[in-house]
């Protein structure tokens, strides 16, 4: 395995450095062609294990993906994803074309929620100090005046109000509400992270099975709106680490089909296809072609290998520290993502960027995206294709997003000429 891997190393090094296309079989001679076959043929030979963790690299050599030096994924990468947004897009629709040849049906989720109304605690009133009778008297939960001392009054204050709707999946849906308008609430609700002490009632399901029938932070994953990390790791370091505890889901079983279904059809697949979904499949690697396919299309492999920093230590930028977040949860295998103001602090051309990404993720690999955004640019509003509107708690809107200005028009409010269909909503609910 040693010696297989030296050689490996070796003749990678020389295909990332030779000329343009190393990845098109179809460019060489004849007898490339052959020797070609011959090495797919050998691959197919291996067992399974060594088979889905190996694959061909022009000038026809058999790699083991676990085995990647830091410089060969690199140079991988940048080969690929020369202009990010465009070569993202294909390669991701090449990735699809692999899964759909052999017939694979990718699954997919869809999220409900019927009747969902939140309430919380709220203390009103003067406020005791916190002595002993007075915590036991707040925790048997009545307002009573003793001694002089206004003891808190809990009321309920209602944060969402009889919510219903569906999240589709391989479609992106944009939340959209003035601040404190429960947009947060939801999405914790949704990806099964409420705070215990709110008071829920109604319910959410995934392809009709219930928060409590499954674990919802297998299948949802939530990206907040603060940052939280941990200062002194560098942004490599924090996607590995994500990347290694999040685990490869079902990446290893939907490759280990594909495989067997593409041996049984005699089909060969393209090897940088091949390189990449094997080498996310593979697991206990310690860090992965995921960790830099993330960092290239967030645009974070300028400060890869910066501190992410903290209140003590000065990191990298507030942007950056926005994308690591959102990176952090993409390394995962979860394709259902409910994703928290991603977008603050960050410009409206990186914003749009990095919805498009998440728009073409969703498109190929058929993920359940919802995400609120504070007023987002007319081209990136443009990009979702279902919005939910949230007003004090209700939702005030739920479809498409072709339909939501003539229904707003039939209630009374046209959108002027050259005004930004979210800024206008904006202005309606506010
Ligand atoms: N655990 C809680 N206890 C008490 N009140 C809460 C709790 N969580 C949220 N709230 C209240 O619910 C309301 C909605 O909060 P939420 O964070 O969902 O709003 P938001 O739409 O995400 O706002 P923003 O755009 O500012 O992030 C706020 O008034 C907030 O104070
Ligand atoms: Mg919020």
């Not at 939960?141 to 809990?154: E, I, P, Q, V």
């Not at 705070?195 to 219930?210: A, E, F």
């Not at 939907?254 to 060969?268: F, M, N, Y």
């Not at 809107?397 to 909503?425: M, N, V, W």
Request: charged share 25%; hydrophobic share 35%; glycine share 8%.
């Amino acid at each position: 395995m040693e010696t297989l891997s030296r050689s490996l190393s070796k003749s990678l090094g020389e295909f990332l450095t030779s000329s343009s296309n190393h990845f098109s079989r179809r460019s060489g001679s004849i007898d490339d062609h052959d020797e070609e076959a011959l090495k797919w043929a050998a691959l197919e030979k291996l067992s399974t294990f060594t088979r889905l963790r190996t694959t061909i690299i022009q000038p026809h050599d058999l790699v083991d993906v676990t085995k990647l030096g830091v410089d060969d994924r690199q140079k991988f990468i940048d080969s690929i994803f020369k202009v990010t947004e465009e070569d993202n897009e294909k390669f991701l629709k090449k990735l699809r074309k692999r899964i759909d040849r052999v017939g694979i049906k990718l699954p997919t989720v869809e999220v409900r929620f019927e009747k969902l109304t939140i309430e919380a605690d709220c203390h009103i009133g003067k406020r005791a100090l916190p002595t002993l009778p007075n915590v036991a008297l707040n925790i048997a939960g009545r307002g009573l005046s003793l001694f002089g001392f206004n003891f808190a009054k809990t009321t309920k204050l209602t944060i969402l109000r009889d919510a219903s709707g569906i999240i589709k999946p391989s479609r992106m849906t944009l939340l959209l509400g003035p601040p404190s308008s429960g947009k947060t609430t939801l999405l914790l609700a949704l990806a099964g992270k409420l705070d215990p002490s709110l008071k829920v009632t109604g319910r959410v399901t995934y392809n009709g099975y219930g928060l409590g029938e499954i674990i919802p932070q297998k299948t949802s994953a939530y990206i907040s709106q603060n940052d939280v990390h941990i200062g002194v790791m560098t942004v490599q370091e924090t996607l590995d680490f994500s990347a290694r505890c999040q685990g490869i889901g079902t990446r290893y079983d939907l490759l280990s089909e594909l495989v067997r279904r593409e041996k049984d059809a005699g089909i060969l697949p393209e090897p940088e296809v091949d390189l990449f979904m094997k080498s996310i499949a593979a697991e206990n690697v310690k860090s992965s072609l995921i960790t830099d396919y993330t960092l290239k299309i967030l645009g974070l492999d300028i400060c890869k290998d910066t501190v992410v920093g903290d209140e003590m230590i000065r990191g990298i930028s507030g942007g950056q520290k926005k994308r690591v977040t959102t990176g952090e949860m993409i390394v995962g295998p979860t394709k259902t993502l409910f994703m928290d103001e991603i977008s603050t602090g960050l410009d409206s051309s990186t914003t749009y960027q990095i919805v498009k990404c998440l728009k073409e993720m969703v498109r190929f690999t058929d993920a359940t995206v919802l995400m609120s955004l504070l007023q987002p640019a007319p081209e990136t509003f443009e990009l979702f294709d279902d919005i939910i509107l949230l007003s004090e708690g209700q939702i005030v809107y739920q479809g498409p997003r072709d339909h939501i200005l003539s229904f707003f028009e039939t209630c009374g409010f046209k959108c002027p000429e050259r005004k930004g269909t979210a800024d206008f909503l904006q202005e309606v609910y506010i």
